[in-house]
Protein backbone atom coordinates (compact mmCIF):
# COMPACT_ATOMS: atom_id res chain seq x y z
CA UNK A 1 0.00 0.00 0.00
CA UNK A 2 1.50 3.42 -0.91
CA UNK A 3 1.99 5.83 1.74
CA UNK A 4 -0.17 8.13 -0.12
CA UNK A 5 -3.23 7.55 -1.14
CA UNK A 6 -5.74 9.29 -3.71
CA UNK A 7 -9.53 8.97 -4.85
CA UNK A 8 -10.99 9.20 -6.84
CA UNK A 9 -8.46 8.24 -9.43
CA UNK A 10 -10.50 9.67 -12.18
CA UNK A 11 -13.33 12.17 -12.17
CA UNK A 12 -15.53 13.62 -14.46
CA UNK A 13 -17.23 16.89 -14.14
CA UNK A 14 -19.78 19.67 -15.86
CA UNK A 15 -18.54 22.70 -15.58
CA UNK A 16 -19.25 24.63 -12.89
CA UNK A 17 -19.20 21.53 -10.43
CA UNK A 18 -17.55 21.80 -6.88
CA UNK A 19 -14.88 19.22 -7.15
CA UNK A 20 -13.02 17.43 -4.24
CA UNK A 21 -10.12 15.29 -4.43
CA UNK A 22 -9.11 13.45 -1.37
CA UNK A 23 -5.49 12.72 0.08
CA UNK A 24 -5.03 10.36 3.03
CA UNK A 25 -1.15 9.43 4.67
CA UNK A 26 0.01 6.96 6.69
CA UNK A 27 3.38 8.43 8.01
CA UNK A 28 4.15 11.80 9.90
CA UNK A 29 4.63 15.09 8.17
CA UNK A 30 5.96 18.30 7.98
CA UNK A 31 4.22 19.45 5.08
CA UNK A 32 1.57 17.69 2.59
CA UNK A 33 1.26 19.41 -1.14
CA UNK A 34 -1.23 19.87 -3.95
CA UNK A 35 0.48 19.70 -7.69
CA UNK A 36 -1.35 20.19 -10.64
CA UNK A 37 0.37 18.55 -14.00
CA UNK A 38 -0.84 20.01 -17.17
CA UNK A 39 -2.07 17.61 -19.97
CA UNK A 40 0.86 18.87 -21.39
CA UNK A 41 3.31 17.56 -18.57
CA UNK A 42 4.53 20.46 -16.75
CA UNK A 43 3.52 20.57 -13.17
CA UNK A 44 2.93 23.45 -11.03
CA UNK A 45 2.68 23.47 -7.26
CA UNK A 46 -0.83 24.75 -5.83
CA UNK A 47 -0.66 24.45 -2.10
CA UNK A 48 1.53 23.90 0.70
CA UNK A 49 0.50 23.30 3.97
CA UNK A 50 0.67 21.99 7.09
CA UNK A 51 -2.38 22.81 9.06
CA UNK A 52 -5.78 24.63 8.36
CA UNK A 53 -6.92 25.88 5.00
CA UNK A 54 -5.64 28.12 2.23
CA UNK A 55 -7.00 29.27 -0.66
CA UNK A 56 -6.45 30.28 -3.83
CA UNK A 57 -8.73 32.22 -6.15
CA UNK A 58 -11.54 29.15 -6.94
CA UNK A 59 -9.30 26.37 -5.01
CA UNK A 60 -9.09 25.72 -1.35
CA UNK A 61 -6.78 23.09 0.34
CA UNK A 62 -7.67 21.85 3.82
CA UNK A 63 -5.71 19.39 5.74
CA UNK A 64 -6.39 17.29 9.18
CA UNK A 65 -3.21 16.53 11.05
CA UNK A 66 -5.02 14.34 13.13
CA UNK A 67 -6.66 12.07 10.73
CA UNK A 68 -3.96 12.15 8.45
CA UNK A 69 -6.07 13.54 5.57
CA UNK A 70 -5.92 16.42 3.18
CA UNK A 71 -8.66 17.72 0.50
CA UNK A 72 -8.66 20.09 -2.70
CA UNK A 73 -11.43 21.57 -3.74
CA UNK A 74 -12.59 23.59 -7.09
CA UNK A 75 -15.52 26.02 -6.90
CA UNK A 76 -16.95 26.34 -9.98
CA UNK A 77 -14.99 24.29 -12.00
CA UNK A 78 -13.79 24.89 -15.50
CA UNK A 79 -12.65 23.21 -18.42
CA UNK A 80 -8.95 24.74 -18.24
CA UNK A 81 -9.05 23.05 -14.58
CA UNK A 82 -8.93 20.07 -16.52
CA UNK A 83 -5.38 18.29 -14.91
CA UNK A 84 -3.61 15.39 -12.87
CA UNK A 85 -3.71 16.87 -8.77
CA UNK A 86 -1.50 15.17 -7.23
CA UNK A 87 -1.09 15.04 -3.39
CA UNK A 88 2.72 14.66 -1.82
CA UNK A 89 3.64 14.47 1.92
CA UNK A 90 6.77 15.25 3.13
CA UNK A 91 7.77 13.18 6.04
CA UNK A 92 8.70 14.62 9.01
CA UNK A 93 12.43 14.81 9.63
CA UNK A 94 13.04 14.42 5.98
CA UNK A 95 13.36 16.07 2.79
CA UNK A 96 11.74 13.64 0.64
CA UNK A 97 8.16 14.11 -0.92
CA UNK A 98 5.80 10.78 -0.77
CA UNK A 99 3.54 10.93 -4.21
CA UNK A 100 -0.26 10.03 -4.44
CA UNK A 101 -0.79 8.72 -7.90
CA UNK A 102 -2.93 11.34 -9.04
CA UNK A 103 -6.09 12.26 -9.76
CA UNK A 104 -7.36 12.68 -13.41
CA UNK A 105 -9.94 15.70 -13.52
CA UNK A 106 -11.73 16.07 -16.64
CA UNK A 107 -14.10 19.17 -16.49
CA UNK A 108 -16.70 19.30 -19.21
CA UNK A 109 -18.17 22.20 -20.74
CA UNK B 1 13.45 34.04 -17.93
CA UNK B 2 12.31 30.50 -17.21
CA UNK B 3 12.80 29.16 -13.49
CA UNK B 4 13.57 25.91 -13.95
CA UNK B 5 14.97 24.65 -17.15
CA UNK B 6 16.02 21.59 -18.71
CA UNK B 7 17.53 20.49 -21.44
CA UNK B 8 16.73 18.85 -23.49
CA UNK B 9 12.94 18.58 -23.65
CA UNK B 10 12.98 15.31 -25.39
CA UNK B 11 15.70 12.46 -25.54
CA UNK B 12 15.58 9.40 -28.09
CA UNK B 13 18.48 7.18 -27.36
CA UNK B 14 19.61 3.32 -27.70
CA UNK B 15 19.91 1.03 -25.22
CA UNK B 16 23.70 0.91 -23.66
CA UNK B 17 23.88 4.38 -24.69
CA UNK B 18 25.18 7.08 -21.72
CA UNK B 19 23.63 10.29 -21.50
CA UNK B 20 23.01 13.33 -19.82
CA UNK B 21 20.01 16.11 -18.96
CA UNK B 22 21.05 18.89 -17.48
CA UNK B 23 18.74 21.36 -15.01
CA UNK B 24 19.32 25.15 -14.22
CA UNK B 25 17.34 27.33 -11.57
CA UNK B 26 17.44 30.74 -11.94
CA UNK B 27 15.77 31.19 -8.61
CA UNK B 28 18.71 31.47 -6.30
CA UNK B 29 17.62 27.92 -4.34
CA UNK B 30 19.78 26.25 -2.34
CA UNK B 31 18.17 23.08 -2.99
CA UNK B 32 17.34 20.73 -6.52
CA UNK B 33 15.78 17.51 -6.81
CA UNK B 34 15.30 14.99 -9.72
CA UNK B 35 12.41 12.93 -9.78
CA UNK B 36 11.18 10.03 -12.28
CA UNK B 37 7.43 9.71 -13.92
CA UNK B 38 7.18 6.79 -14.76
CA UNK B 39 4.41 5.60 -17.62
CA UNK B 40 1.64 4.98 -14.96
CA UNK B 41 2.78 8.85 -14.47
CA UNK B 42 4.07 8.14 -10.53
CA UNK B 43 6.20 10.08 -9.63
CA UNK B 44 9.44 9.39 -6.79
CA UNK B 45 12.09 11.16 -6.11
CA UNK B 46 15.54 9.67 -7.33
CA UNK B 47 18.23 12.33 -5.77
CA UNK B 48 18.51 15.87 -3.85
CA UNK B 49 21.45 18.38 -3.41
CA UNK B 50 21.51 21.15 -1.10
CA UNK B 51 24.09 23.72 -2.04
CA UNK B 52 26.13 21.30 -4.11
CA UNK B 53 25.86 18.22 -1.35
CA UNK B 54 23.64 15.31 -1.86
CA UNK B 55 21.03 15.21 0.41
CA UNK B 56 18.32 12.59 0.01
CA UNK B 57 19.90 9.59 -2.56
CA UNK B 58 17.16 6.89 -3.67
CA UNK B 59 17.49 3.37 -4.42
CA UNK B 60 18.11 4.14 -7.92
CA UNK B 61 21.07 1.85 -10.34
CA UNK B 62 23.85 3.30 -10.29
CA UNK B 63 24.35 4.21 -13.36
CA UNK B 64 22.36 7.07 -12.18
CA UNK B 65 24.70 9.83 -11.35
CA UNK B 66 23.97 13.46 -10.34
CA UNK B 67 25.92 15.91 -10.67
CA UNK B 68 25.81 19.82 -9.19
CA UNK B 69 28.68 22.29 -9.92
CA UNK B 70 27.09 25.09 -8.80
CA UNK B 71 23.96 25.55 -6.80
CA UNK B 72 22.18 26.69 -9.86
CA UNK B 73 22.80 23.41 -11.47
CA UNK B 74 22.05 19.79 -10.84
CA UNK B 75 22.83 17.80 -13.88
CA UNK B 76 21.61 13.46 -14.34
CA UNK B 77 24.21 11.32 -16.33
CA UNK B 78 22.97 8.18 -16.79
CA UNK B 79 25.12 5.34 -18.35
CA UNK B 80 24.83 2.09 -20.02
CA UNK B 81 20.69 3.02 -21.03
CA UNK B 82 18.00 0.44 -20.66
CA UNK B 83 14.49 0.15 -22.05
CA UNK B 84 13.22 0.46 -18.57
CA UNK B 85 14.65 4.34 -17.75
CA UNK B 86 12.62 5.28 -20.73
CA UNK B 87 9.97 8.09 -18.13
CA UNK B 88 9.89 12.09 -17.95
CA UNK B 89 12.52 12.95 -15.54
CA UNK B 90 11.31 16.19 -13.68
CA UNK B 91 13.65 18.60 -12.08
CA UNK B 92 12.13 21.05 -9.24
CA UNK B 93 14.13 23.11 -6.86
CA UNK B 94 13.44 24.64 -3.73
CA UNK B 95 14.59 27.65 -1.12
CA UNK B 96 15.57 25.24 1.41
CA UNK B 97 15.87 22.13 2.42
CA UNK B 98 14.68 22.29 6.09
CA UNK B 99 10.97 22.97 6.81
CA UNK B 100 8.17 23.12 4.47
CA UNK B 101 9.08 24.90 1.20
CA UNK B 102 7.13 25.04 -2.00
CA UNK B 103 8.95 23.17 -5.12
CA UNK B 104 9.10 25.13 -8.59
CA UNK B 105 9.38 22.22 -11.17
CA UNK B 106 10.87 22.08 -15.03
CA UNK B 107 8.89 21.61 -18.12
CA UNK B 108 10.38 17.75 -18.19
CA UNK B 109 12.36 15.40 -20.17
CA UNK B 110 10.80 12.26 -21.96
CA UNK B 111 13.65 10.03 -22.11
CA UNK B 112 12.77 7.24 -24.63
CA UNK B 113 14.99 3.94 -24.84
CA UNK B 114 14.76 1.90 -28.29
Known amino acids: KNEVEQSPQNLTAQEGEFITINCSYSVGISALHWLQQHPGGGIVSLFM???GKKKHGRLIATINIQEKHSSLHITASHPRDSAVYICAARRGGSEKLVFGKGTKLTVNP | DTAVSQTPKYLVTQMGNDKSIKCEQN?????MYWYKQDSKKFLKIMFSYNNKELIINETVPNRFSPKSPDKAHLNLHINSLELGDSAVYFC?????????????FGPGTRLTVT
Open chain 2, 92 to 104: ASSPGASGGYEQY
Open chain 1, 49 to 51: LSS
Open chain 2, 27 to 31: LGHDT
